[in-house]
């Protein structure tokens, strides 16, 4: 059955360094999203991407972060100087052409910022 | 402000028993609700969706069950299992319009043998 992969699964970086997370999609869907969840705290909502821009973002996504979909399979997420608040779970998901798909989302990213 | 809220925060309850989560939300209008799974460390999966008109899905031992005009949902669990325990988020999108799915805080199940 068809997953969703990021790596890596856990990364530990220092403040105000640059980290790259990926994600590999389900191949036919049209649909991504990252979402970060500090621990203990509810999923929240990042960025979306269609057709190779970004359809919509939050107001957490903010300049620190940047989304690409550079060769067709993967999708990064980039921030470029982290930050202690960054410490999270971050989780990409996609989905198919309708709105009603499911989400399918994968396993997370765990992210350490010292 | 679109909210999702559920209760309890948390519950224990013995293998084979039946539960029943709540999610009661503020958002509307409102395109689908979604109640997901969430094991410990991993990424949510998805047990139901239901649009602003469908009442009731089911999902195996799963039910959602679904009140547009008190803006309620509800997940019965039947016949728990110690698979079962988790998180249950409740998820809300606002309209057809926008990806900003909105979710709850989540119920923690805890089945005990």
């Known amino acids: 059955e068809p997953e969703v992969t990021q790596t890596p699964s856990h990364q530990v970086t220092q403040m105000g360094q640059e980290v790259i997370l990926r994600c590999v999609p389900i191949s036919n869907h049209l649909y991504f999203y990252w979402y970060r969840q500090i621990l203990g705290q509810k999923v929240e909502f990042l960025v979306s991407?269609?057709?190779?821009?970004?359809?919509?973002k939050s107001e957490i996504f903010d300049d620190q972060f940047s989304v690409e979909r550079p060769d067709g399979s993967n999708f990064t997420l980039k921030i470029r100087s982290t930050k202690l608040e960054d410490s999270a779970m971050y989780f990409c998901?996609?989905?198919?052409?309708?709105?009603?798909?499911?989400?399918?989302f994968g396993p997370g990213t765990r992210l350490t910022v010292l | 402000k679109n909210q999702v809220e559920q209760s309890p925060q948390s519950l224990i309850i013995l293998e084979g028993k039946n539960c029943t989560l709540q999610c009661n939300y503020t958002v509307s209008p409102f395109s689908n609700l979604r109640w997901y799974k969430q094991d410990t460390g991993r990424g949510p999966v998805s047990l139901t969706i239901m649009t602003f008109s469908e009442n009731t899905k089911s999902n195996g031992r799963y039910t959602a069950t679904l009140d547009a005009d008190t803006k309620q949902s509800s997940l019965h669990i039947t016949a728990s299992q110690l698979s079962d325990s988790a998180s249950y988020i409740c998820v809300v999108r606002p309209t057809s319009g926008t990806y900003k799915y909105i979710f709850g805080t989540g119920t923690r199940l805890k089945v005990l043998a």
């Open positions: 998901a996609s989905r198919r052409e309708s709105s009603y798909n499911e989400q399918f």
């Open positions: 991407f269609y057709n190779n821009e970004i359809s919509e």
